[in-house]
């Protein structure tokens, strides 16, 4: 029959859960080091407690040698002579035990004995929750809420005591002592106090235990969870699919008029939840990421990235990214893709934007229009007009803001441009089909005068009277605003001058039409 001692030890390692050898060897520790204190010994000493007895008996291991002239060291070493004295079986090479008595250890050491018997239990009891808890990381398991310490929340889960720190709590929910809650296991860490255990109830993992426990479905691993984005407290995006085609994965995890899914929401208090139907195209599967927002279009920006642009309607902009980006930013998670998201007008202002750097790009630099002077050139460089595309969809009253340039500037600035343009449309000449000559010709008029009376005639009825306004008013026309000139050869151009009021001479910023332009000098 065991002792009453060892009866006891029995008991402390039930109610700590340790091995009941883990408490005998505390105890045998214990008295050596009480034995030790007592006889301020540094002797090889060892204790052994006698289970049935339960007698504790403690004594010091030596060496024999053969005399007193090959001890080294008297702590672990004793001479033939001497320890035949004590046992007369003793041999050379062998060792011999030293008894000390233990009833006469005193107070003062028995005192030392219970601390080393307490730390040894409690250095074991932590490496039993250790090596019990580790092993059930992302485990869900109920908790009571033991006490609140500041923003933590202490939980007691059963052979411990586990923490729950203010970032793996929900922001929604507030606890009360005595308060029975579902928790997952986090992680556990070992520390000097003992294995700290964490608890969470804001990790992923807390909402695919709980669709575990409530989906047979899932239980069963005929649906299985692919992705779990979640803020908790706001919302929780989840992924499914289905092993088998005739299983809806989503119906199944809502539930019949959706009481699966609504005792899962009113164990998160209230936490919204999208179930999300898994696709392995990631275009397909942002659309449904994105959901309840209605998407017009994905494209992959860059695969090797992960990059995803999406287009929305004007109206489902802020459905789409959601309340402080809440939606667009739990799809990013979900999909493990970049996301830019941009409505119809936003990229309909891009790609606007793309064609005119496009236009930019192959832009002519007003270098190139013979009738522009350096000095007007460098002042419409200033303005920042550099070249000819911008300066042709400038009104007369914008280049009028420009400084020094007027009126009579401005009026000129309009007919280099009309006759550059012209220029380019007539292949840089006059290039009139035979059927635009007249069958005869005036007496004394050339070939290249009837063409051009021929060609401009018209045009110039129609404009003089317009332009002959704008002359006046010191406004210019823009080369879409006179009648067949865009049409026109430089010839047509020249014309108008003579219905509109005649430029001044000495301009040293504006150059005039060159010399030998066909029709210019014979309409003069």
């Known amino acids: 029959m065991a002792s009453a001692l060892y009866q006891f030890i029995e008991q402390v390692s039930r109610d700590k859960g340790i091995d009941p050898q883990v408490v005998v060897s505390a105890v045998e520790d214990a008295i050596v080091v009480a034995t030790r204190k007592h006889y301020k010994s540094n002797e090889n000493l060892q204790a052994e407690l006698d289970k049935e007895s339960g007698a504790i008996t403690a004594w010091a291991v030596k060496s024999v040698v053969p005399s007193e002239d090959d001890i080294e060291d008297p702590n672990v070493q004793i001479s033939l002579d001497e320890a035949r004295e004590i046992d ?12 000390k008595q233990t009833d006469v250890l005193g107070r003062i050491a028995a005192q030392l004995a219970k601390q080393v018997i307490f730390q040894k239990v409690r250095e074991a009891e932590r490496d039993t929750v250790f090596n019990e808890y580790s092993g059930r990381v992302g485990e869900i398991m109920n908790a009571t809420v033991k006490r609140i310490e500041g923003p933590d929340v202490i939980l007691d889960i059963g052979k411990t005591e586990a923490r729950m720190p203010r970032k793996e709590q929900s922001r929604l929910e507030q606890f009360a002592v005595g308060e029975r809650i579902r928790v997952v296991l986090a992680r556990v860490e070992k520390a000097s106090k003992g294995p700290a255990v964490v608890v969470s109830r804001a990790a992923p993992e807390l909402v695919s235990s709980l669709f575990q426990s409530e989906v047979p479905e899932i239980y069963d691993g005929t649906v299985v969870i692919r992705a779990i984005a979640r803020e908790a407290g706001e919302r929780t995006k989840i992924a499914v699919m289905s092993k088998d085609k005739d299983v809806d994965c989503v119906g199944a995890c809502v539930g019949m008029k959706g009481m699966r899914v609504q005792s899962i929401i009113r164990e998160l208090r209230g936490e919204k939840i999208d179930i999300i139907e898994y696709h392995e195209d990631p275009v397909t599967f942002a659309e449904k990421a994105l959901q309840p927002a209605k998407v017009s279009r994905v494209s992959v920006v860059d695969a090797s990235d992960k990059h995803l642009e999406v287009v929305v309607d004007d109206t489902q902009l802020s459905l789409a990214i959601g309340k402080k980006g809440q939606n667009v930013r739990l799809a990013a998670k979900l ?190």
């Open 88 to 99: 007369e079986s003793a041999e050379v090479g062998g060792e011999i035990r030293l008894y």
């Open 335 to 524: 999909l493990g893709w970049k996301i830019d998201i941009k409505s119809e007008e936003e990229k309909r202002q891009e790609v606007e934007q793309q064609m005119s750097a496009l236009v930019t790009q192959t832009s002519t630099p007003l270098e190139s229009v013979p009738g522009l002077g350096e000095g007007l050139v460098e002042k419409l460089n200033a303005a920042g007009v550099t070249t000819v595309e911008s300066l042709a969809d400038m009104t007369p009253e914008q280049l009028e803001e420009i400084p020094g340039i007027g009126p009579k500037t401005i009026e000129k600035i309009s007919l280099a441009v009309n006759e550059y343009f012209s220029s380019l449309e007539a292949g840089e000449g006059v290039a009139l089909s035979e059927d635009a000559i007249p069958e005869t010709q005036p007496e004394g008029e050339t070939p290249a005068e009837a063409a051009a009376e021929a060609g401009v005639e018209a045009a110039v009825e129609e404009a003089s009277s317009e332009y002959q306004e704008a002359a006046e008013t010191g406004q210019a026309l823009e080369a879409s605003g006179i009648a067949g000139v865009e049409n026109a050869p430089n010839a047509d151009v020249a014309e108008v001058h003579v219905h509109g009021e005649e430029p001044p001479a000495g301009d040293d910023e504006m150059s005039t039409p060159e010399e030998g332009t066909p029709g210019v000098e014979e309409q003069k």
